[in-house]
C-alpha cells in the first residue's frame, strides 16, 4: 500500500483550477476607464450606491430598488479611485453586472 500524499499536494491540483478559472473572471470584470461601472455598496445608508456615485461626480444611469447596486458613468479617468474613496464595496464593469445580476437584481 503506499503513502497518501501530503494535504499541500492534494491541495494542488484543485486550487490550481480554481486559479485557472478565476483569472479570466476577474479580468473580465474590471473596470474600464470611461466605460459604465456597476457601484455596490455596503448598505442603503446616507443614500447607498446612487450617494457614493454622485459623491464621485458620476452620472447616475440606473439602479437597483434597493439602492445597493447602482450603474454609473463619467469622463474621469480617476473614476473608480473616485468610487472607493467614497464608500464603495465594489466596482466592476457594468456589462458583466448586469449579466451576471440579471437573474437576481432588477437595474
Known amino acids: 500500500m503506499s503513502p497518501r500524499p501530503a494535504l499541500s499536494a492534494r491541495l494542488l491540483l484543485p486550487l490550481t483550477v480554481l486559479t485557472c ?3 479570466p473572471i476577474v479580468a473580465a470584470a474590471a473596470p474600464r476607464a470611461g466605460q459604465p461601472v456597476a457601484v455596490f455598496a455596503w448598505s442603503t445608508h446616507a443614500g447607498g450606491a446612487a450617494a457614493i456615485a454622485a459623491r464621485s461626480d458620476g452620472e447616475l444611469r440606473s439602479a437597483s430598488r434597493s439602492n445597493r447596486i447602482v450603474i454609473a458613468s463619467s469622463n474621469h479617468p480617476d473614476f473608480v479611485t473616485r468610487l472607493y474613496g467614497a464608500g464603495a464595496l465594489l466596482v466592476i464593469d457594468a456589462t ?7 437573474l437576481f437584481v432588477s437595474l
Open 21 to 23: 478559472l478565476a483569472v
Open 96 to 102: 458583466m453586472a448586469a449579466a451576471c445580476l440579471s
